[in-house]
């Protein structure tokens, strides 16, 4: 299976926001909701990962790069322990198809099999990894940062993950606060710098739930670099089930 979808853009996977009434001024300005609600100009958000014990998450991804190049994907992230302002998740794969087929049962039972385990702070930087996949301990899947004051929406800041034991740095923007289906949810910019073999068309959309801290979807367009050197367009769009 060929590996086209850079292993740091499951860093956002996690991004945590904990919504939340500071007296903070940051600037910035209101958003709308998408029920029309309008956001108060002095309401502000603290960004914090804050999932609870027993709490699982369960994504379907979907990324189409080219001819020959689709996959769809099932994954799960539990949380395993809560103890202090740290979470240990564990990430698995469920299901996989590639170009419209089922995964061989071989290739789905290995890779259900490589689950990946992380520690992390309420901050969102990776304490530990453990992981069954091959390199995985090296990847430092998740590593996202979060500002350290609470922001309004059309706030700016900047972080880092760490992606195959390097630092990479990425730029953060709360655009605006939305409703759907009952829930508050943040929708986050996110532009990362030096994604290997990829460039981004914009930044990645993720929208997270305000009330768990917990990825509600993602969406991104750009270009991947193929063997023959070749930009090819790419999109990958993921959201809870």
Partial sequence: MQKFIPIALLA???????GGDSTAATGGSAGTTSSNTSVSADKTYTFKLAPKQGDKFSYAMKVDGGPQQ?????????????????STLT????A???NGQDAPASVLEAMKQATTTMEMDS????LSVKSAMPGGQNQGLIGASFPPKAVKVGDEWEGSTNASGKESK?????A????AGGKELAVLEVTPEDVEKLTLDGPIIVKVDVANGMTHSLSMKGKNKGPDGKDIPMT???SLK
């Fill in 96 to 98: 996989v198809k590639m």
């Fill in 123 to 126: 901050t969102g930087k990776t």
């Fill in 176 to 179: 605006s606060v939305e409703s």
């Fill in 91 to 94: 990430m698995a794969i469920d």
């Fill in 236 to 238: 990958m769009e993921m």
């Fill in 12 to 18: 956002i996977l996690v991004v945590g926001c904990k």
């Fill in 70 to 86: 689709q996959m769809e994907m099932g994954m799960t992230i539990t949380c395993d322990k809560v103890e202090g302002d740290k």
């Fill in 170 to 174: 990425a730029k953060y923007k709360l």
